[in-house]
């Protein structure tokens, strides 16, 4: 959920540097079990806000400053200028369509559990899993389990108290006293072994003032059996002094991204420093499945890889693992990963596929892993301007005598990437020209084919194709993620925002023949309405956190799931009024 503001602009200056100069670097590391945890045994929500703190961290994710690039250019306003044309998408009825859906976790829901110990957050940053009849659902700051009727089996629960930490903010002391930090939660189901991941950065706080310190952990819990309303193993993994050769550690790994393959699971983050919030670079972390789904105690070795570089780059950026839908193929001894490579914020047409072979070596007492990677010629891409909103009543900054905020739409990283039916599907955010209307926010989806031939790998585009509204005003789709069952169908899943939209979710279904109609899933009732869109706690454009990502998974039934932010009708919080929809489709 961090984000720090980047310099960006169409110059790119190397400075001398060249990928050759920074030779990939491969090492073991640890992970250790601290404990366990069990969903159903958690402290209760508190009946009602007390105390009106807000967490605002280095706040990387959104824009940030990478090594060699240099401009002035904001993105809140993008130029049309070798922007993607498509001609936009049709829309569609939901009652078409075998599709259910319920509200979830709100910000207040978030806010009030653990004993209303709990940071007002934003944005969500959306977990999602299901096996097995349950729905795990995580984002900032709380997990829930529910089944698939949408019915709650635990309460929400503060990750905080679930992974064995004290409170991120104890307000029970006077006065206050902060506690490590958990945020960017990922979820996934194993269907092979019927087990559910759970993953999270956790910052450590100083106690008194809440200011940054060391150490820097990525916390993973791994469900003991099928039911994630038990007992989950709790692992930490140290990623302090895992940083690369731009910036000093200590470091903080932000955004971990996670995969799994028939052998692995794999964990892939951003290095920042925490002093001075520069990028420092991406690293990889593979461990054994079977020795962290049978952790009880003690530490597991894995392997890390860092110094990473990408298209003659001397860094790499956001690297996706893939997963496999339940019933789907693995690929042979191999986990393919993807990123995008707008490294200027403006336009590119490139992507970048790497694959890591030999896991099945990660189950033997020396693991023997090779990480390459090459360019794929894609379709363009660029940077999503920010979003506008439907008017309508917005409290808290009504309450400053503000204006309504935009929604961010972030970048143009990948979103998410699944391996379904020998492809690799994949999608991300960008800017898009309508034959009407201005420049706005859009999906770029890609359905790739990848090949690995003496060592090397390759890849070629299978199909791809964009998802955009047209119209007179900004109509927006922000970010998309892409869920495939294993037969080769799936969707798009995403949030709509704009002038004719309040922040709603929205999906479309996808084969290899391409996307079809846009949904409207779940209609939002309101204008974003959160406190980091206003000046008063220190937001500087006028653009409220949305984001950062949604999810989409599919279920052993080939039934796509999907969770998204919007703005529900429901209670609030003072400081904030996002909403999460899940909602589940059947493929025809």
Known sequence: M??????????????CLTAAMYAQNRSTRQIRVVGTSNLSAQPRSAPAEVGNEVFIGPEVDEQFTKPQITGSISPSRVSSAHVPTPSGSAFATVGGDAFAGFNAISHRDQRLSNNGNQFSLEPPDQGLA??????VEAVNDAVRVFNTSGT???????LSSFLGLPPEIDRSKKPVVFGPEPTDPKVYFDAPTQRFFLTALVLSQKSDTGALIV?????????????PTGNWTILTLDVTNDGGPFAACPCFGDQPLIGADANGFYV????????????????????????????SAGAITGVHFSNLTEAGMPFAFSIQPATVPPGGSFANKTEYFLSSLDFTNTVDNRLVIWALTGTDTLNTASPNLSLVNAVVDTQSYGVPPQAQQKPGPFPLGMSFKDHEELVSANDDRLQQVVLADGKLWTALGTSAKTQNGPVRAAAAWFILSPALSGGAVSASVVNQGYIAIDGRYQQNVVFPSVAVNNQGR???????VGLNFFPSTGYAPIDVNGAGAIRISGAGVLPDDGFTGYAQFGASNRVG???????AVSDENGTIWMGNEYIPNAPRTVNANW?????SFTPQ
Not at 130 to 135: A, E, N, Q, R, W
Not at 152 to 158: A, E, H, N, Q
Not at 490 to 496: L, R, Y
């Open 130 to 135: 299901v096996g097995g009849g349950f729905v």
């Open 268 to 295: 892939s983050t951003n290095a920042f420093s925490l002093s001075t919030f520069r990028f420092s670079g991406a690293n990889i972390y593979a461990f054994s499945k079977t020795a962290l789904e049978s952790a």
């Open 2 to 15: 961090m984000r720090l503001d980047r310099l960006i602009g169409p110059a790119l200056v190397v400075l």
């Open 579 to 583: 909403g999460t929809f899940i909602g």
């Open 152 to 158: 709650p089996l635990t309460g929400t629960v503060g």
């Open 545 to 551: 956190r949305w984001g950062d990502y949604s999810a």
């Open 215 to 227: 150490p820097v952990n990525v916390y993973i819990a791994v469900s003991q059996t099928p039911d």
């Open 490 to 496: 799936g969707v798009v899943a995403f949030s709509v």
